[in-house]
């Protein structure tokens, strides 16, 4: 027989998994990206490739901070590709972004010899979100200094070549894309892949949420739980 106070334990532990899990959300796409045998976006890096990919996005219900969003790429094995991550506010009529950079990255490198796809995975520092807004996280290369030794890439992508709105892997967003090196014409040019008559696209994306303090302070339904379970559990131990 399992003591009272050993049974008390066992229920808070359990209690707090539930509570830790209900706390992140994620969107994931990668699954999808598996069952279309890993497919793929090319050409991604300096012109003539294309210097910008990206994901727009919405936020989970109920959650306002990003932690971190990752991209998967695969070299064509011609030379290393080097580019930065970025996170901001999409406009989704005008097709472009809005407001401030709200994240930039350092220079990653994709080496010539990454042909497999290889998972880069971008942390943010604190940042908290309007759930009300869109958002586009993207790589580019626009803004780095060409070489002779820069190569090209593919971004995986989950649904290459279906229609619009066929197979989304995502409904929150979509894969977008701008041929241009310049980066400060990403708030004012509209980007390609976003016409309502284009194929929709996604990239193998994943990333990951949580509440900021504003909305922890409010009880979840989670707690609610907990609290119950451990006020029943407490008048169970103290009979």
Known sequence: M????????????????????ARGQQINNLDKWAESGFDSIWSFGQMPATPTYGQTFRLPTDYDQINDFTFQLSSFGNGDVRFVAYLSEWDEAGGKLTGPLLYSGVTQTL???????????????????????????????????????????????????YSDGVGAAYTGGRFVYFNNDDLAVLSTSKWEGIEANDEHRDAAFTASFSRSSQLVAVPEPAMYGLLATLTLGGAVLFR
Request: proline content about 8%; hydrophobic content about 45%; charged content about 5%.
């Open 2 to 21: 399992v003591p009272p106070l050993k049974k008390f334990f066992a229920v808070l532990c359990l209690g707090m998994t539930v509570c830790a899990s």
């Open 111 to 161: 080496l010539s010899s990454a042909t497999s796809f290889t998972p880069f995975i971008f942390s943010v520092p604190t940042l908290v979100l309007d759930p009300t807004k869109t958002y586009v996280a993207f790589l580019s290369t626009s803004g780095l200094s060409g070489s002779v030794l820069d190569g090209s890439a593919a971004m995986g992508s989950p649904n290459f070549g």
